[in-house]
């Protein structure tokens, strides 16, 4: 481990993610403090994603990030020094960081999941905490945190039907339910295939039934939005995500990785309009 940081940056940026992290559509003043958010995300989730680390150095390394982030150490991970002194200047909890890391200390030691609900536990902190970041930042109330964690989850279930056989080849983990997969015959090892087989293609089809019932509850989220150019954003990205969710119904994630395309994005804006 390195002595001046525990951080192992893969290289990755905002421009590499689905769906826009700190836009154009935020406001120019809040913007900085957002990208010290997704930077401390980044660097966590690349330690908890390393294929050469230990499960053990991982945690450590969180470990460090989180001391970092409560000021508990000044020095060693140069993403949570930056988010604490953002945190400080804006008085966002720091809750919505250390329960991020929750999830990817799970990620460095959990590889299956049995059941939906085991899922649905593992994106309360791996992907809702974002959102509701994002709303304290902008002084939203927390009647807006219910639609935004359903949208969090959506989006983060939507990212592993994308690259769940990535995950498998790369990291040795599943995040597809086993009791999904056993009552449609299917299996862990179906993932290492070319192409659905019927029964895999039937628990993505679920899943996505999953993912659509969230993204109508996540309707309620830009109603609730006070912030104007909040409120534009979160509507963009809904639309991208009933975009992605459609995409996936239509095509093969282990033929090729299914992607949003600039039309998408269009459309998506086009459709958000309507909540100015």
């Known amino acids: 481990m390195s002595e001046a940081s525990v951080e192992t940056w893969s290289g990755k940026d905002r421009g590499d993610e689905n769906f826009p992290v700190g836009s154009a559509l935020i406001a120019a003043r809040l913007r900085p403090h957002v990208h010290a958010y997704y ?7 690349d330690i908890a994603d390393s294929d050469v680390l230990e499960a053990e150095d991982k945690v450590a390394r969180l470990d460090v990030m989180v001391d970092v982030l409560l000021g ?6 140069p993403s949570a020094a930056r988010l604490r002194a953002s945190l400080a200047q804006t008085g966002v909890s720091a809750l919505h960081a250390t329960e991020l890391l929750i999830a990817f200390r799970q990620d460095a030691t959990k590889l299956r999941y049995a059941t939906w609900d085991e899922l649905a536990d593992y994106c309360r902190y791996s992907a809702a905490p974002v959102g509701r970041y994002m709303l304290e930042l902008h002084g939203e109330s927390r009647d807006t945190w219910a639609p935004s964690d359903a949208l969090c989850t959506a989006l983060q279930v939507l990212n592993h039907l994308q690259d769940g056989a990535k995950d498998l080849q790369e990291l040795n983990r599943c995040y597809v339910p086993a009791d999904m997969m056993s009552a449609t015959g299917s299996g862990v090892d179906d993932l290492h295939k ?16 999953r993912c659509d019932a969230l993204n109508a509850e996540a309707g309620l989220l830009p109603r609730r939005t006070r912030d104007r150019r909040l409120r534009l954003e979160t509507a963009v990205i809904l639309g991208l995500a009933k975009r992605l969710a459609a995409r996936l119904r239509r095509e093969d994630p282990l033929a090729a990785r299914v992607k949003l395309r600039k039309g998408d994005a269009v459309l998506a804006m086009l459709a958000a309009m309507r909540f100015l």
């Open 39 to 45: 930077a401390f995300a980044r660097n966590a989730d």
């Open 72 to 77: 508990r150490r000044q020095e060693g991970a």
């Open 194 to 209: 070319h192409a659905l087989t019927p029964g895999m293609r039937r628990v993505l089809d679920q899943l996505l039934d």
